[in-house]
């Protein structure tokens, strides 16, 4: 490697060059500065000017040019705002998406309306600077309908919505066109999977492709775990992971409505319920009451709180209508928020015990 210029300054002073250096843009930030016993050596992306080295000296009269070999940094990659900051018109820059969910090989992003003229070059530069990413969709609207699934517009790569997810041990088919699923669970559907013990029965009202049930099944082999979806494309994904993680002994895909299965199949059953629905769970909080052992059991309930509601509103209603089942909320064992959603939104998730 050829020897680079650079200012050999003492160390008591090069606080104070380092720092002019870089205001008049000389310095080489690919390089490390060097640092020997009270030495300083600078790395220089070219030669200063004699009006710049006299700026530099006046700062430290002992300063020098020299010649050296420096180790180089390692490239640090932009992020998605930086290179779109400078590919779009200036006046766009505020809407920028700072964020975007990662399925696999599959990006999905929030597209404000104002950027709409510019998918294929937000698209474009989502390949560039996630590299293990093969095809971006945009957001076209909210995730709705009994089967829960969102519209998606393909903005660039390979138009396919079907990828491999990995998390924590356990692998997931997926269809981000036909199943819901989100990776910023990733964290919560660990930790319910640490809570059950063996011999439990474990229902999980809202299933999807299976990121509760299959974990439950992997950690906890004598768990008997149902699996509920009225989605058939879920479900469909569902028993495809089950089979691929090995725990189709304990955990059973069923495809069918919540509340028809609670009072059939499912009644009675279980010591814990799983009801990741956050936008209609309160619905279904007599289908969860109707699912649990007599002697009762946990539940753990997803739900949105938006302001001015407030968390502890929510307990009390919750309350309430686990009242007019005719039974009874002994504690609330965890609650706590999960992540924030929107504006003024969050998503909470309450760890009930029920009598």
Known sequence: MPA???????????????????????VDKTLFIERQADQLWIPLARSPSA??????????????LDDKIFIVKRPVRETLFEVLKRELPSDLCLSIPRSLDIVGDVAVIEMPPELSLYHGVIGQAVLRVHKNIKCVYAKASAISGIYRVRD?????????????????????????????????????HHRVASLVTNGEVVVDLFAGVGPFVVPIGKLCS?????????????VDLLKLNVQVNKVTRNVFPLLGDARELANGLLRGVADRVIMNLPETAIDFIDVACQTLKPVGGLVHFYGFVRRPDTIENLKI????????QGRGVVEFVGVKSVRETAPYEQQVVLDVKIC
């Open 152 to 188: 998606l517009v393909f903005v660039a790569g390979k138009n396919r919505a079907q990828t491999v997810y990995n998390e924590y041990g356990c692998k997931y088919h997926v269809d981000l066109a036909k199943a819901y699923f989100s990776p910023r669970l990733s964290q919560e």
């Open 317 to 324: 209603r919750f309350t309430r209508i686990v009242e007019q």
């Open 4 to 26: 680079t210029v650079c200012l050999k300054v003492s160390k008591d002073l090069g606080e104070k060059v380092i720092s002019l250096a870089h205001k008049l843009e000389l």
């Open 51 to 64: 009006v710049e080295l006299s700026q530099l000296r006046a700062v430290a009269s002992s300063l020098v």
């Open 222 to 234: 004598n768990a008997r775990v149902y699996g509920v979806d009225i989605n058939p494309d879920a």
